[in-house]
């Protein structure tokens, strides 16, 4: 069955950005530091990359991230979700208006502009479709960024949250959780590296 999972890396003070984020400075200063573990040679590492990408049936992202990945300076033949793990999921990009040309055109690409719920619901049809094609259930990620996985998790949409919790400190930047936000969750795993705290739950 197609779950509807969020996962992003996180500072240990809930930041997922670095100050001043921007398309030529997407994870914002210091930053880049969230993603150690997705580069490192830990062998638990490598598996819990592997196996989230391997799930993957439809990825969804918000428009300032599709900025970022499809920028000059963002997604090429080594870098990009799950590079080297698994083959290219669908994309599906919430934004009020679509982009007149994209840069990752080896992509599959999907913009929807009536809201971050029917984004979603067109991620599942993807997913769903990608499940039967290949014979396994295949999950809707939500990887980002900060702002619509936020926005999700709200609104209950989300069944699933991993966590790629970091060593650092970041200050400021882009929160996963705003004030307010109040959520119950279930812990299913726990895998400790070098490089992060790795934190599934199901939301309750």
Do not use: C
């Amino acid at each position: 069955m197609t779950r509807i999972t969020a996962d992003i890396s996180v500072s240990l003070d809930g930041f997922v950005t670095g100050p001043h984020p921007g398309p030529d400075n997407g994870l914002g200063t210091g930053g880049e530091a969230l993603h150690t573990w997705a580069f490192s040679d830990d062998p638990d590492d490598r598996r819990i990359l592997r196996e989230a990408t391997d799930r993957s049936g439809a990825v969804v992202l918000g428009r300032r991230l599709f900025d970022v990945v499809d920028g000059p300076g963002g997604w090429n033949d080594e870098t990009g979700y799950g590079a080297g793990e698994v083959g290219k999921p669908a994309f599906v990009v919430v934004t009020s208006s679509p982009p007149e040309s994209v840069r990752l055109t080896g992509l599959d690409w999907t913009f929807v502009t009536t809201g971050l719920p029917d984004a979603v619901d067109a991620a599942r049809e993807r997913a769903e479709a990608a499940s039967s094609h290949s014979g396994k259930d295949l999950d809707v990620v939500l990887m980002g960024g900060g702002a619509t996985i936020g926005s999700a998790l709200a609104a209950g949409l989300v069944e699933s949250l991993t966590l790629h919790l970091a060593p650092i400190v970041l200050g400021s930047g882009t929160p996963l959780f705003t004030a307010g936000a109040q959520l119950s969750l279930l812990q299913r795993s726990v895998t400790s590296t070098s490089t992060a705290t790795h934190l599934t739950y199901d939301m309750l």
